[in-house]
């Protein structure tokens, strides 16, 4: 089997980022993470990537003075010096131009903590019990143009508990995000993840759905 060899694009810490390459450990798993990259040199999830004995590399993004579009000509350069098919981008906290989206059209995926297309954007889980939903998650979506935006890989749900705080529901959606990011890096790298308008399906040839798209 060829393992799809893989980046992922972290700001911080990287939890995700563990997660994927957790499961990318396992030689039946369709894909490989062949390196790491970050925007900020002093990302904890360097050092973690590091230990592991995978690549890494720094694009800072204040070295272009606010040229989002030259900052991310460098991190191309960076991933086809690496020889990478995929990217996952994992805390990655840059709003990308159409520049590198379509650089990497259908090969680029993001975790969001939202059940999308409810809740773009930041503070996703204040916003969740301050509208007093009843069920809460976290979206594995490919990357469009628009922010938070693109087909719908697999989905995860919580139920959002009355005594919940910002704090409680982010660390339910956070285990949630652990498990669905593994699912769908495997369902795209194996190529059963299958775009259709604005769908994702994930079957065999007849079309039909084979695999699971929402957790549990």
């Known amino acids: 089997m060829s393992r799809r060899r ?12 563990s997660a994927l390459i ?5 030689p039946g798993f369709p894909a490989e993470i062949a390196l790491v990259l970050s925007n900020r040199p002093d990302a904890k999830g360097l050092e973690r990537a590091a230990e592991f004995g ?7 993004h204040t070295d272009f003075a606010g040229d989002r579009q030259a900052f991310e000509r460098q991190v191309d350069a960076a991933l086809k010096d690496h020889r990478i098919e995929l990217v996952a981008l994992a805390g990655f906290m840059r709003i990308l131009t159409p520049f590198l989206v379509n650089a990497w059209s259908n090969r680029m995926i993001n975790i969001h903590p939202a059940l999308l297309p409810a809740f773009k954007g930041l503070a996703t889980h204040e916003r969740a019990l301050e509208e007093g939903v009843k069920l809460h998650g976290a ?14 890989i697999v989905q995860g749900a919580v139920p959002v508990l009355d005594t919940d705080t910002p704090e409680t ?4 959606v956070l285990d949630v995000e652990h498990r669905i990011y593994p699912k769908a890096l ?31």
């Open 6 to 17: 893989t980046a992922i694009l972290i700001s911080g810490r990287g939890t995700n980022m």
């Open 22 to 26: 957790s499961a990318a450990m396992d």
């Open 54 to 60: 995978i690549a890494t590399a720094v694009v800072d």
């Open 139 to 152: 979206t594995v979506h490919y990357v469009s143009a628009e922010m938070d935006d693109g087909p719908i």
């Open 169 to 172: 529901l982010a660390a339910r």
């Open 186 to 216: 495997e369902l795209v790298a194996s190529g059963k993840a299958r775009i259709s308008g604005a769908r994702v399906t994930a079957g065999g040839n007849d079309g039909e759905t084979a695999e699971p798209l929402i957790w549990p």
